[in-house]
Protein backbone atom coordinates (compact mmCIF):
# COMPACT_ATOMS: atom_id res chain seq x y z
CA UNK A 1 0.00 0.00 0.00
CA UNK A 2 1.30 3.43 -0.95
CA UNK A 3 1.96 6.63 1.76
CA UNK A 4 1.31 9.76 1.14
CA UNK A 5 3.91 11.31 -0.64
CA UNK A 6 5.76 14.19 1.47
CA UNK A 7 7.02 15.95 -1.41
CA UNK A 8 3.57 16.74 -2.71
CA UNK A 9 1.65 17.21 0.39
CA UNK A 10 1.76 19.41 2.78
CA UNK A 11 1.05 18.38 6.42
CA UNK A 12 -1.16 20.78 8.22
CA UNK A 13 -0.37 21.84 11.90
CA UNK A 14 -3.98 20.61 13.63
CA UNK A 15 -3.16 22.41 16.85
CA UNK A 16 -5.12 24.99 15.90
CA UNK A 17 -8.01 25.60 12.86
CA UNK A 18 -7.14 24.25 9.44
CA UNK A 19 -9.76 26.11 7.69
CA UNK A 20 -8.04 28.90 6.58
CA UNK A 21 -5.37 27.31 4.77
CA UNK A 22 -7.72 25.32 2.71
CA UNK A 23 -10.32 25.77 -0.22
CA UNK A 24 -13.16 24.09 0.60
CA UNK A 25 -16.81 24.21 -1.50
CA UNK A 26 -20.12 24.49 0.72
CA UNK A 27 -23.70 26.17 0.62
CA UNK A 28 -24.73 29.50 1.11
CA UNK A 29 -27.89 29.56 3.18
CA UNK A 30 -29.51 32.40 4.99
CA UNK A 31 -30.78 31.43 8.39
CA UNK A 32 -34.51 33.51 9.37
CA UNK A 33 -35.10 33.37 12.98
CA UNK A 34 -37.73 35.32 15.25
CA UNK A 35 -35.91 37.73 17.62
CA UNK A 36 -38.15 39.05 20.32
CA UNK A 37 -41.07 41.41 18.44
CA UNK A 38 -38.52 41.09 15.42
CA UNK A 39 -36.60 39.19 12.79
CA UNK A 40 -33.09 38.42 12.16
CA UNK A 41 -31.45 36.93 9.12
CA UNK A 42 -27.88 35.70 9.15
CA UNK A 43 -25.98 33.48 6.13
CA UNK A 44 -23.77 30.15 7.20
CA UNK A 45 -21.98 28.11 5.24
CA UNK A 46 -21.21 25.13 7.58
CA UNK A 47 -24.63 23.72 6.52
CA UNK A 48 -25.66 20.22 5.38
CA UNK A 49 -29.08 17.94 4.82
CA UNK A 50 -29.02 15.33 7.86
CA UNK A 51 -29.47 11.82 6.24
CA UNK A 52 -31.84 11.41 3.31
CA UNK A 53 -35.35 12.47 4.78
CA UNK A 54 -36.18 16.01 5.87
CA UNK A 55 -33.52 16.60 8.09
CA UNK A 56 -31.55 19.84 7.72
CA UNK A 57 -28.02 21.59 9.80
CA UNK A 58 -25.99 23.87 10.34
CA UNK A 59 -23.30 25.41 12.53
CA UNK A 60 -23.64 28.22 14.63
CA UNK A 61 -22.61 29.44 18.05
CA UNK A 62 -23.91 30.37 21.09
CA UNK A 63 -22.23 33.70 20.99
CA UNK A 64 -24.83 34.40 18.20
CA UNK A 65 -28.25 35.64 17.90
CA UNK A 66 -29.16 32.73 15.68
CA UNK A 67 -29.07 30.22 18.76
CA UNK A 68 -30.40 31.98 21.21
CA UNK A 69 -33.66 32.64 18.94
CA UNK A 70 -33.80 29.10 17.61
CA UNK A 71 -33.20 28.23 21.16
CA UNK A 72 -36.45 30.64 22.64
CA UNK A 73 -38.60 30.13 19.65
CA UNK A 74 -37.92 25.76 18.68
CA UNK A 75 -37.89 27.29 14.66
CA UNK A 76 -35.77 28.85 11.87
CA UNK A 77 -36.37 29.41 8.24
CA UNK A 78 -33.55 28.35 5.65
CA UNK A 79 -33.82 30.37 2.07
CA UNK A 80 -30.83 29.58 -0.46
CA UNK A 81 -29.81 32.82 -1.93
CA UNK A 82 -29.42 33.11 -6.03
CA UNK A 83 -26.19 33.50 -7.40
CA UNK A 84 -26.41 36.87 -8.45
CA UNK A 85 -27.64 37.71 -5.21
CA UNK A 86 -24.90 37.05 -3.03
CA UNK A 87 -24.34 40.85 -1.92
CA UNK A 88 -28.02 40.60 -0.32
CA UNK A 89 -26.88 37.26 1.45
CA UNK A 90 -23.48 38.90 2.29
CA UNK A 91 -25.43 42.01 3.44
CA UNK A 92 -27.79 40.30 6.35
CA UNK A 93 -24.41 39.52 8.35
CA UNK A 94 -24.17 42.98 8.63
CA UNK A 95 -23.78 43.86 12.91
CA UNK A 96 -25.91 45.68 15.19
CA UNK A 97 -24.73 49.35 16.26
CA UNK A 98 -25.79 48.25 19.71
CA UNK A 99 -26.82 45.24 21.62
CA UNK A 100 -30.44 46.06 21.92
CA UNK A 101 -32.86 43.41 20.72
CA UNK A 102 -34.92 43.86 17.46
CA UNK A 103 -33.77 43.94 14.02
CA UNK A 104 -30.69 44.41 12.56
CA UNK A 105 -31.22 48.01 10.20
CA UNK A 106 -30.00 46.39 7.46
CA UNK A 107 -32.87 43.66 8.05
CA UNK A 108 -35.04 46.39 7.00
CA UNK A 109 -33.99 46.93 3.93
CA UNK A 110 -33.54 43.36 2.79
CA UNK A 111 -36.34 41.96 0.02
CA UNK A 112 -37.95 39.50 2.33
CA UNK A 113 -40.95 37.10 2.64
CA UNK A 114 -43.21 36.08 5.72
CA UNK A 115 -42.78 32.24 6.09
CA UNK A 116 -46.09 30.20 5.96
CA UNK A 117 -45.89 27.67 8.69
CA UNK A 118 -43.31 29.67 11.56
CA UNK A 119 -42.63 32.70 12.17
CA UNK A 120 -39.30 34.07 10.44
CA UNK A 121 -38.49 35.24 7.39
CA UNK A 122 -36.89 34.15 4.45
CA UNK A 123 -34.68 36.14 2.05
CA UNK A 124 -36.78 37.11 -0.95
CA UNK A 125 -33.86 36.55 -3.85
CA UNK A 126 -33.28 32.93 -3.13
CA UNK A 127 -34.69 29.87 -5.03
CA UNK A 128 -35.15 27.37 -2.14
CA UNK A 129 -36.65 27.86 0.84
CA UNK A 130 -37.12 25.48 3.98
CA UNK A 131 -39.00 25.88 7.33
CA UNK A 132 -37.77 24.12 9.96
CA UNK A 133 -38.68 23.31 13.51
CA UNK A 134 -35.67 22.99 15.95
CA UNK A 135 -34.99 19.18 16.47
CA UNK A 136 -31.57 19.15 18.26
CA UNK A 137 -29.18 21.41 19.20
CA UNK A 138 -25.52 19.66 20.25
CA UNK A 139 -23.30 21.40 21.84
CA UNK A 140 -19.25 20.80 22.54
CA UNK A 141 -17.56 21.49 19.47
CA UNK A 142 -15.33 23.77 21.23
CA UNK A 143 -17.55 26.81 20.65
CA UNK A 144 -19.96 25.69 18.24
CA UNK A 145 -23.04 23.88 18.20
CA UNK A 146 -24.79 22.07 15.53
CA UNK A 147 -28.20 23.33 15.07
CA UNK A 148 -30.73 20.48 13.41
CA UNK A 149 -34.35 21.32 12.41
CA UNK A 150 -37.02 19.09 10.72
CA UNK A 151 -38.50 20.39 7.59
CA UNK A 152 -41.81 21.23 7.40
CA UNK A 153 -42.08 22.96 4.59
CA UNK A 154 -40.33 23.46 1.80
CA UNK A 155 -40.59 25.49 -1.47
CA UNK A 156 -38.62 25.69 -4.58
CA UNK A 157 -38.29 28.29 -7.55
CA UNK A 158 -40.12 26.22 -10.92
CA UNK A 159 -37.25 26.49 -12.64
CA UNK A 160 -35.15 24.98 -10.33
CA UNK A 161 -37.49 22.29 -9.61
CA UNK A 162 -36.22 18.63 -10.98
CA UNK A 163 -38.44 17.16 -13.47
CA UNK A 164 -37.69 14.24 -16.04
CA UNK A 165 -38.95 16.87 -19.08
CA UNK A 166 -35.43 18.79 -18.80
CA UNK A 167 -31.78 18.16 -19.62
CA UNK A 168 -30.03 18.50 -15.56
CA UNK A 169 -26.82 20.26 -17.33
CA UNK A 170 -29.16 22.70 -19.57
CA UNK A 171 -31.44 23.17 -16.37
CA UNK A 172 -28.70 24.50 -14.62
CA UNK A 173 -26.89 26.32 -17.43
CA UNK A 174 -30.12 28.70 -17.32
CA UNK A 175 -30.29 28.45 -13.93
CA UNK A 176 -27.05 28.25 -11.95
CA UNK A 177 -26.57 27.47 -8.27
CA UNK A 178 -24.39 29.15 -5.55
CA UNK A 179 -21.74 27.96 -3.80
CA UNK A 180 -19.24 29.48 -1.37
CA UNK A 181 -15.51 28.76 -1.61
CA UNK A 182 -14.22 28.86 2.00
CA UNK A 183 -12.96 31.13 3.27
CA UNK A 184 -14.18 34.47 1.92
CA UNK A 185 -15.19 33.11 -2.12
CA UNK A 186 -17.89 32.36 -4.06
CA UNK A 187 -18.77 30.39 -7.42
CA UNK A 188 -21.62 30.34 -9.85
CA UNK A 189 -21.97 26.65 -11.13
CA UNK A 190 -23.10 26.24 -14.51
CA UNK A 191 -21.80 23.23 -15.71
CA UNK A 192 -22.25 19.90 -14.05
CA UNK A 193 -21.23 16.36 -15.18
CA UNK A 194 -23.03 13.32 -14.30
CA UNK A 195 -21.03 10.86 -11.52
CA UNK A 196 -19.91 7.61 -12.79
CA UNK A 197 -21.49 5.96 -10.14
CA UNK A 198 -20.57 1.74 -10.21
CA UNK A 199 -23.45 -0.07 -11.77
CA UNK A 200 -26.45 -0.75 -9.79
CA UNK A 201 -25.25 1.59 -7.31
CA UNK A 202 -28.34 2.95 -5.11
CA UNK A 203 -27.88 6.36 -3.11
Known amino acids: ?16 PIWDRIFTVAPLIVIGTKEGEAYNLAPKHMATPIGFDNYFGFVCTPKHATYQNIKDTQEFTVSFPLPDQVVLAALSATPRSDDTLGSKPIIKALPSLKATRVDALFLEASYLFFECKLFKIIDG ?25 KDEQQQLKENP ?8 RFAKITKTYNFPFPKNFKT
Do not use: R, W
Open 141 to 165: FNENSIITGKIMAAHVDKNYMKTFE
Open 1 to 16: MKTLPQNKFYTLDTSS
Open 177 to 184: LLAYISNG
